[in-house]
DNA sequence: ATGAAAGCGCTAACAC
DNA sequence: GTGTTAGCGCTTTCAT
């Protein structure tokens, strides 16, 4: 119990064990070639003296930094105020929560951008996370030839250089959306689009459009909002406007499905009675409005799962494809 | 143009400005005594090489990491679903994206809490933040004599043990809540009350029934759920069982309020006709429903800021007092 | 004000 | 299988 200064150093637990300091490192680093005896012996050692590795020290010696940093572009600040996102940081935490990484947590403000630029190339990180709003913003794209990076989202024109990217399936989500108000009999079905800038956007709408033709119905109900209730209620009001009766509703979030939900109320119509509604996320809003929504779960924690899955393998110098696709399934609840 | 493996370091830096490696070392931590002119030489050299310090080595050699942990209970893992975490994340984030610390997160799973104690005593962090649903839950106090931690919530019981801690304040929140029925006219006003074992729990109740009395009104309509819209409907339901009349309605949490919405819709009763209701939290939903719900915003960015900006504080040495409040104020909107 | 030199705690050849 | 020996890139006395 000798009073030391400091946490314990490697070279104690060598002078403890009676072994050199290389066939301490070898223990702490798992090298098949130590003798069992010799094993137990060290970590007795460490045991004992309560030692931890110093991973400063580790990291300079062995030139890996054992961290993954994960950078939010300040933009999508609200990143954490989208439960879509947070969900997808949870995935990534809990992800390296079981490997020896350590998760950097970066606020990429535009303004400073290449102050996140030094850092991920200072050598501070083995591999970058780089989740957006704007899964076009791929800003940090060609860093990818100087570390490892995976994004989240897929880019707006995926190329070769567009580097690794995991993205959920918004074709089939929304196709598995639109063909569940077929299937329960809905004639005429519209849909409240998001920003067609966006690839999530663009793929619904195409997810929208394959379920809709294949039933052999009508593709022109189309209105287009930015995913807040506001604009939805806009959209379904246009859509109302129009004149043609309505039986089904997909809305590209469920944000929009709220807004659509107080119009077609106001409009003295019921839901599914009259029209019957599926949303696209499954937020917390989607179970607890009333009636509750049927609406597309895109698995974001697992997302974030598989992000760090990949950078990991990547830094490990494994293959991996370019795109990963994460599948989406459909909730079932009142509205449809 | 000389290719160079691996990134520039300071040696190179020194060479190139014909200077001593300690020179360097003292331009890039600013050091005040260095003349004006070799400052201006080294920094050209540094901008020329595209110099980045190597945190590694720098940690070893100054024995500070320039990090902080930021551990996140697991059985408290839906903190990302929970918007106020989340944004208590965000404001930590943003804050430090100003400093020279990086932000390590950590999901801290309970069967290997011993994981994150060796982490956080092995000398990886300079400090860390811990927030955690259960406010009592203060596993790490003990670690507050190892180095600087920074609570968020109230412990259970404050003792000069419990170390920092950034709050909200419940109690005036509640209060100012409240006042507002009051103010309004209320007459009889209920509560739907958060489980009595956590502070906030217990420190709404208390600004509930301080302004109630003050009041002059009745403080026995409380009933209790456990902050879900469940929850918030089932005690609803109860409330009106009683038979007596209520006008005025405040709920410990918007998911409680949105349960007692539909209760209240069932009655045949408007909002805030006949019940005027102010919810906790100001939550997406707060803003989404109609009518849009009156609430109490907690500025959780500001506290997660706040906790940031104490933990440096203490790591520097400086003296901060146990306790931080965190003000609140009232949202206003159509229920009340 | 600047330089020389001695490590910080660990890993990684290379010997044995 | 285990020990020896160099560093990894930087900070920091201690001289000058």
Redesign the pocket.
Same mark, same amino acid.
């Given at each position: 119990m000798t009073p030391q200064a /400091? @946490?314990p150093? *490697? +070279?104690m637990v060598a002078a403890r064990a /009676? $072994? @050199? &300091? =290389?066939?301490?490192? &070898?223990v $702490?680093?798992a090298s098949p %070639? $130590?003798?069992a +005896? #010799? $094993?137990a012996l060290v970590n007795t050692a460490i045991a004992e003296l309560n030692? #931890?590795?110093?991973r =400063?020290? &580790?990291s *300079?010696? @062995? &030139? %890996?930094t054992q961290a993954i940093a994960l950078v939010v572009p300040e933009s999508t600040a609200k990143v954490f105020a989208d439960p879509f996102f947070a969900s997808v940081v949870q995935g990534v935490a809990i992800y390296l929560a079981d490997t020896d990484y350590t998760l950097n947590l970066l606020i990429a403000s535009e303004t400073k951008s290449d102050k996140t630029r030094r850092y991920l190339l200072g050598g501070n990180v083995d591999g970058a996370l780089v989740v957006s709003h704007h899964s076009g913003d791929h800003s940090y794209t060609h860093l990818g030839q100087a570390l490892p990076i995976v994004f989240g989202g897929r880019p707006i024109s995926p190329d070769a250089s567009a580097g690794h990217y995991v993205d959920v399936d918004n074709v089939s989500g929304a196709r598995l959306a639109t063909q569940r108000l077929v299937d329960r009999g809905c004639r005429s079905i519209a849909t409240i689009a998001g920003p067609q800038d966006m690839p999530p956007g663009v793929d619904r709408l195409v997810g929208w459009r394959d379920a809709v033709t294949a039933a052999g119905l009508d593709d022109g109900l189309v209105e287009y909002g930015d995913y807040s209730p506001d604009d939805g209620a806009a959209a379904m009001r246009r859509l109302l406007a129009r004149g043609v009766p309505i039986d089904g509703l997909f809305a590209f979030s469920d944000q929009l499905a709220a807004g659509a939900y107080a119009v077609i109320r106001e409009a003295g119509l019921s839901i599914p009675g009259d029209i019957a509604v599926v949303g696209y996320d499954d937020d917390a809003y989607a179970a607890t409005v009333s009636p509750s929504l049927t609406t597309v779960n895109q698995a974001p924690v697992e997302m974030g799962a598989k992000m760090a899955e990949i950078v990991v393998r990547l830094i490990d110098g494994e293959h991996v494809d370019q795109a990963t696709i994460m599948p989406t399934k459909l909730v079932l609840r009142e509205s449809a």
């Open positions: /400091g @946490s150093t *490697l +070279e /009676g $072994v @050199s &300091r =290389a066939t301490v490192s &070898r $702490v680093n %070639k $130590v003798t +005896e #010799v $094993v030692y #931890v590795p110093n =400063a020290a &580790r *300079l010696a @062995s &030139r %890996k």
